[in-house]
């Protein structure tokens, strides 16, 4: 396989799936910077493995890069420190153009189960975050 058809194949398999891995890398990481910093490194990794890669699940290889990637990123630049809290702002995906209380009431619920997620040990929130995106 040549180098241009490698790329093409890389992009057809891999790249519809930059917001799955970004979802996953900001949940983990819960920073936008070291999530997009973790991302990129996980593309490079499943770029340069790309060739090992024979068919199937594309997304499930994807995404256990970006898992192992982010796990080594936060391991050597976050060993003793905790995680940051949740941006409402970032997840959420409220129209505009709803009513006041439901928007109210929707966010009281992301509030209230964004605690619940903040207090669930990472390998377990991990597993919410992956059946969400």
């Not at 920073?31 to 199937?56: K, W």
Request: proline share 2%; net charge neutral.
């Amino acid at each position: 396989m040549t180098q241009e058809s490698t790329s093409i194949a890389f992009d057809e398999a891999v790249l519809p799936h930059l917001d799955a891995a970004y979802n996953l890398a900001r949940w983990l990481t819960r920073n936008t910077q070291d999530a997009e910093d973790v991302v990129q490194e996980a593309y490079l990794r499943a770029f340069r493995f790309f060739s090992g890669f024979h068919s199937g699940n594309s997304r499930t290889w994807l995404l256990t890069i970006v898992r192992n990637t982010c796990y080594t990123w936060l391991q050597k630049n976050r060993a003793q420190q905790t995680a940051a809290s949740f941006d409402e702002k970032v997840h959420t995906n409220l129209s505009e153009s709803q009513d006041p209380e439901t928007v109210l009431l929707r966010k009281a619920d992301g509030q209230s189960l964004s605690r619940a997620l903040e207090k669930l040990p990472g390998t377990l929130r991990e597993v919410l975050v992956l059946t969400r995106t």
